[in-house]
């Protein structure tokens, strides 16, 4: 196979896993939150059980009006949504199912992931400003703050992560894993599953977008396709942290699997991870910001250094 041609394949590969594993997550999210909640949900398109509701939520974004806001910054304003979703599409091409599947094996991918998945919260940043809206701009705002209070902890967990296994590549890290992992990196494994609900606002970290507060956050002008890709942004990035977790905390393809199957066991670690971000978001109210920022800098960062320093001892003893 020519090089050239690789590298498509390679591409198609991505970008087909792109759109059709957030749509997954999306019809998982309908149906356990209708669950959980002691209803059916969507039932009727598609006939099984609804299964072709997203799809049907798809046709009606593509046909509404695209509005832009008349004091809006126009050219901003329509290149937010594009911000916000590339970037979970960077990461996730980067991110290995197993040691042959990957879009790009790449050296340092886990600092390439952590960096992709920085760049998407500039889209929100970028949709709240623009829209010449107060609630679109104090929805950005509070965006920026979680983003700052949030961040340094997921790079202290994924840093002892990195230092226990002697690497900064991914597959490296899930090479190196090994059982004991689920005890000596749990502390790291909370804060990074934490931080990463709270990178995706989701509930119950969702005040960027409280719809009981200001509308719809940064959201709030944005109809249509546009809005779609808003949605489709969050699912991806459901996605890029489940996966991500499931390499970094729970081994990827390490299974009852042979090698070639690998990439199966990887997929399903991450679905487990996506179910339970899903439960969180039906089971836990939203917090207020105050609650939100104490959470970080007095609980998260503090045992994220403490794992980081309980790894770094241990490590050097082993050595």
């Keep these: 196979m020519s090089p050239w041609l690789e590298v498509v394949l390679r591409a198609a590969s991505v970008l087909a896993a792109f759109l059709v594993l957030p749509l997954v997550v999306g019809q998982t999210e309908h149906k356990v939150m209708a669950h959980m909640q002691g209803r059916l949900g969507p039932m009727y398109a598609g006939g099984f059980h609804g299964w072709a509701q997203l799809v049907a939520d798809g046709v009606k974004f593509v046909q509404k009006e695209d509005i832009t806001p008349a004091r809006a910054d126009r050219g901003v304003f329509r290149l937010a949504p594009a911000v916000a979703l590339i970037p979970y599409l960077v990461a996730l091409a980067v991110i290995p ?18 960096a992709a998945m920085g760049v998407g919260i500039i889209g929100t940043l970028m949709a709240g400003w623009s829209s010449a809206n107060k609630y679109s701009l104090l929805g950005a705002m509070r965006s920026a703050a979680q983003l700052v209070s949030y961040e340094l902890p997921m790079v202290l967990a994924v840093a002892s992560v990195a230092l226990a296994a002697g690497s900064l590549s991914l597959v490296g890290i899930a090479e190196a894993w090994n059982p004991w992992w689920l005890l000596w990196q749990f502390p790291g494994a909370f804060v990074f599953l934490v931080a990463a609900l709270a990178e995706l ?33 969050e699912y991806a990035g459901i996605v890029v942290m489940s996966l991500l977790f499931a390499v970094l905390y729970l081994g990827g393809w390490a299974g009852p699997f042979e090698s070639g ?25 939203r917090l207020r910001e105050d609650q939100l920022q104490r959470l970080a800098w007095v609980w998260l960062v503090p045992i994220a250094l403490l794992q980081l320093a309980i790894t770094a001892v241990g490590v050097v003893m082993t050595r």
Excluded: H
Excluded at 97 to 114: K, W
């Design 261 to 285: 199957l690998g990439w199966l066991w990887t997929l399903l670690k991450g679905f487990a991870v996506a179910v339970v971000v899903i439960w969180l978001r039906v089971s836990w109210p």
């Design 201 to 233: 606002q989701r509930p119950p970290f969702d005040m960027p977008v409280a719809d009981s507060e200001i509308v719809f956050g940064s959201y709030t002008e944005y109809s249509g396709l546009r809005f779609a890709f808003f949605l489709l942004a």
């Design 97 to 114: 199912l197993s040691p042959t599947v990957v879009g790009a094996d790449v050296e340092a991918s886990a600092v390439l992931v952590l």
